[in-house]
Each structure stands twice: as C-alpha cells, then as structure tokens.
C-alpha cells in the first residue's frame, strides 16, 4: 500500500490543472475509493470523453496514465478494466531476478531556455514523467554556450547515466555526436523533440510537430480571406557553409514555415505573392528578439513601406510584437488587415488572434510512451513520429 500512497502523493505536489491531469485523479480516486472494483469494465474512451467533458485525446492520456500506474488493464478486443491495483502496487516493491532487466527510470531533460510552445512541452512531459514514477534531471541551455558550459553537462552524464534523455535543440546540435556516444556507451534511449528540420544522428527516436504544415494551413486560412500578399515572419537564417549547396537552407531556422508558406502560395497560383522578413539575431544571449529595438524599427518600415502584403503569418510572439509596433506608432492598416500565428501561445490568446496549434501536450505524450516503452518494441528501429497541427480560431 505504500506505492499507492506514493502515487497519491505525486499527483497532490504536482497540482495538476490540466484536463488530463483531472481526469487521472477523478478515476484513480473512484478506483481507490470501491466506485470502480477490480474487473470492473470502464467506458470506452468516446464515453469517457463526454461524460467528463474532456477531448477523445485527453481521455485516452489519462487510461494510458493509468495503466502505466497499475490502475488499469487493457485487453485486446474487449476493452479497459480496473487492475489488481493494490497487489500491483505491491508487486512493485519486490525486486525481479537478477535475469530479468529493468529500465533505468530516469530521464535527463537537455531543453532550450525559451518559453512559449518550449514551456509547455516542458510542463506536460514532467507531468508525465513525475505521473509514471520517472525522476527528471534538468539541464537548460543559453545561446552563446560555448565548451565551457557543455562540459559539465556531459560529466554528468557520464557519472549517472539515465534510462533516457530528451534533447530540444541543445545548443545548436554541436554536442550531439558526444552524447550519442554516451548513450551507445550506456545504453541510453534518446528522444528528440520540437527540433523542426536540424538533423539528429539516425539512431535517435524522434517526435515532431509538423511545423511545414502549421505554415501552410495559416496560409491557407488568410487565403481564404481574400488575400494575395502575405508576409511571413521568421529569423535570420545562418547558413552552414559545411552542408551540401541543396541542403543549406533547409536545415537552417525557420526554413519549414518558409517551404510550407510558399508550397501554399504557389498551389494556388500566388507564388510571387509570399514575402519573407526576418528579425535579426542581436548577439547569441538576446537571439532574434522581436522586442529587440532593432526588429521593432525594422517592423515600423515594413508596416509603413507602400508594399506592405495586407496579412502576416509567423510565430505568436513576432505576430504579437508585429500589431504593438502598429500601435504604438499610430500605423494605420488596412481594413482587412490579418495576421495568424504559430504556437497557439498565450501571445495569441493576449491578442486575440487566430493561431495554429503545434499541439506540444501531445508531443509530451508520445515522448512519454517512447521513454517507457520496452526495448523490445523498438525491434532495433528509431521511431519518427510527426503530429498534425490544429488551426484555433478567435472571435
């Protein structure tokens, strides 16, 4: 009964507020309360849904959750019942035999220091984690990082290897080959996340919003507004002089959302109608800041020149920054004027702007499941998992 109270106690420290987070403790609850007993049959997940007012996905996270927890059992062709809860629990404190091996359960985070979209995915993954028992390191990275501030991280590494490391874009990919060789060396599963087009050694599992298409589908929705001239809004892109002339931009920044955008515009015949700005890169602490008083004058000139596209897409934060340099300057726009976002942040919800969701809770999640998957699952293959953005709309 310990490892119970243990799961109790994690969802109380971790407050959960999120719809998936309710649901887990209303069913562990009624679980450990009788409501439901052991062989009890559960709703099916649409049921579950409506019942709770909650979405199918977040229904279907919160029985995945469960059942990585013990509380429930799925059978194949028949549905999800109530688990042996508390010998579960209580198996769970007996050590197996020395030939059978368990995972290490714990996980190294090496995530970039942005909030937005980052933050969340950091949010729902701990979430996660913390849910399923895991024990999280934390390490995140600044731009301008040079030698000096990797080094520790692989030290450690190297002293505690985890089960799995999750890795957002750690400082530029510079370090990747040093921890792949720690994670061949150790046996470690590595997971990238939310890296877009940078490339990742191949043996790395990998789960990606489909930031080309979030590009495409704001493009198409500002599109179906009557607009021909549309600005897209990204960062300067540094080129790497080392890669293959055909492949130096499209690893580079924001190259998705410009290919997405554009492969939009030319199917329905607007291909010259798509124009690219870019905020600068101020220094590698500041990065391209959109609030940077430097990419906010560069913003006065593109709203104030006479061929100013009548719509903008880009990131929540430089579309937000791009209507409060307006603001601010008494800039009058058209009446049709139009901007769509990238990240459904709270920038857009601020704003009140329609956004295209890059949907980082399930991002989090299938992180989740690759990170306790058995090895034997992976039958030697790394995984690549792409997911659908979702446009949100806004009065």
Known sequence: ?????????????????????????????????????????????????????VTFDAARSAVTRLETMGYLQRRRGSGTYVANWQETGQASQVQPPATVQTRNKSVALLLDNKVHHYGRFYDHLVDCLQLGGFGTSVFTWRHGWGEKEIQPVLEQLEQNPPGAIVIQYFNNGRADERINKLAVKHGIRVISSLTTRVKRPANWHCVEPDVELAASIAVQ??????????????????????????????????????IGAGTRMREHGHGQGMHVYYHQMIDDIIGSSPTHPVNRELMRQWLTSPDCPTAF??????????LRVAEENNIQLPDNFQVVGIGNTPWASLMGFPSVWLREDLVAEHV??????????????????????QMVERP
């Open 313 to 322: 897409i880009g990131e929540d934060v430089r579309m937000a920054a791009l």
């Open 221 to 258: 929705r500002l599109l179906d507004q009557g607009h021909k001239q549309i600005g897209v809004v990204v960062h300067s892109r540094k080129i790497d002089p080392s890669l293959p002339s055909q492949s130096r931009k499209r690893w580079t920044g924001h190259s998705s959302m410009i």
């Open 368 to 389: 989740f499941n690759l990170i306790q998957m058995e090895d034997r699952l992976f039958e030697g293959v790394a995984h690549r998992i792409v997911l659908q953005p």
């Open 1 to 53: 009964m310990n490892s119970t109270n243990s799961k109790t106690d994690t969802v109380q420290t971790l407050g959960d507020t999120t719809s998936v987070g309710r649901l887990v403790v209303q069913l562990r609850q009624a679980i450990e309360s009788g409501e439901f007993r052991v062989g009890d049959k559960i709703a099916s997940l649409r049921s579950l849904a409506d019942k709770c007012d």
